[in-house]
């Protein structure tokens, strides 16, 4: 059959929703793009549709032989183009397939192989020139099934409000030691912070953020904005006059001073399919070094798995209503031991490529004529002056 395409959301759940649930963890930014265009179409404006050729385009691959879909895909062409599937051939199909429905493609973001072959085929179409933009690898870490019987009184998931690293883990995770502190979910009163430091990550990552205070603002209302917080640090006159013999000159607390200043940040995605996504991890470049990415993520990972916790009414394709994975997408470069240290497993790879236009040879310059020659001959002689 080769590719189907459609804009019609709930036809392209009712066709691919399957192919996409069974791999969650592999296909979460698919998830993840089908949800968010089904969140914004719920809050839409009345009569503010998208523009032709600005449509949400979705497709599902149906194999030759029949059966089920092999592979699918989410074209917004203000993002770069999301693949599913492992079969290079599909990503070459899928080229002449946008290509004859006059789609604009900025970029792909596929597994390796069938990104390599999408982008060789678009580019010979399209005229344009592909280059790397990043490599990355898919992880996943499962839930650990709750224990019956005298097991289930064992140890369980740290809390939101727990000391991170340093708390007992839940059965199959490790207990990595780390520097102290706690999580707190962003708030309203974090907004400015929040935008600033999403602004600051797109920065660095060579990504483009549109609205950073409205995106701000939607992590805060889901939940989806944890900072690792750590007790401020005490300056070296406010230390120093703390041993003072003199009692009122010594270190107290002021009033109004915080408690606890956030060093890390970690963002989450709406749930989907029981699986959320660790979309970001940052830390302030003055903060780095220490240990904090890695204890929010653990600390995070925890609490999303821990048995009981508290499950955003988001997610309408969890078959048990809660979170049964969590997914995290790492820079290629990092090391693999980086994310088995958090119990995470690697499940994929992906390549992220991006379009430009076409490249060729430097143009030779209009001739202009040929140049004067400059008059030879000997030099004359200056007259000798008078003394």
Not at 241 to 255: G, K, S, T, V, W
Not at 359 to 370: C, D, E, Q, Y
């Amino acid at each position: 059959m080769g590719w189907c395409t459609t804009f019609d959301l709930d036809r392209f759940a009712e066709a691919a929703g399957g192919y996409l649930r069974s791999k969650a963890a592999e296909n979460t930014l698919l998830l993840s793009a089908a949800q968010d265009a089904r969140f914004a179409w719920r809050t839409q404006v009345a009569g503010r549709a998208p523009a032709a050729g600005h449509e949400i385009l979705f497709g599902w691959w149906e194999p030759p032989d029949g059966g089920e879909p092999r592979g699918a895909f989410v074209h917004d062409p203000a993002v770069p183009l999301l693949i599913a599937g492992k079969a290079p051939e599909i990503g070459t199909a899928l080229a002449a397939t946008l290509a004859k429905a006059g789609r604009h493609v900025s970029g792909v973001d596929a597994p390796t192989e069938v990104a390599d072959a999408f982008a060789a085929a678009w580019s010979q179409r399209a005229g344009t020139t592909a280059r790397a933009h990043r490599n990355s690898r898919v992880y996943r870490l499962a839930a650990i099934p709750q224990a019956t019987g005298p097991q289930a009184a064992g140890p369980q998931a740290a809390g939101p409000q727990a000391t991170g690293s340093r708390a007992t883990p839940p059965l199959g995770l490790p207990q990595i030691p780390g520097p102290p502190g706690r999580l707190r979910r962003a708030t309203t009163q974090d907004l400015t912070l929040l935008a600033n430091w999403l602004t600051a990550f797109a920065v660095e990552a060579n990504e483009r953020i549109n609205a950073p205070a409205d995106l701000a603002a939607d992590l805060i209302s889901r939940g989806g904005a944890v900072f690792w917080e750590v007790p401020p640090r005490p300056s070296r006159l406010r230390d120093a006059a703390h041993h003072l013999p003199l009692p009122h000159y010594r270190d107290q607390a002021q009033p109004g001073e915080p408690a606890h200043q956030p060093v890390a940040l970690v963002t989450l995605t709406r749930p989907v399919a029981g699986s959320v996504r660790i979309s970001m991890v940052y830390t302030p470049q003055e903060r780095r070094h220490n240990g904090y990415a890695t204890a929010l993520t653990l600390a995070v990972s925890r609490a999303v798995l821990a048995p009981g916790a508290p499950q955003p009414p988001h997610d309408e394709l969890a078959a048990n209503g809660r979170v049964n994975e969590v997914v995290m997408i790492t820079d290629k470069n990092r090391s693999d031991r980086w994310g088995s240290r958090l119990g995470y497993q690697l499940v994929g790879e992906r390549a992220v490529l991006r379009f430009g236009p076409a490249t060729g040879p430097v143009p030779r310059p209009n001739p202009s004529g040929a140049m004067p020659r400059l008059p030879t001959g000997p030099l004359p002689r200056l007259p000798r002056l008078r003394r």
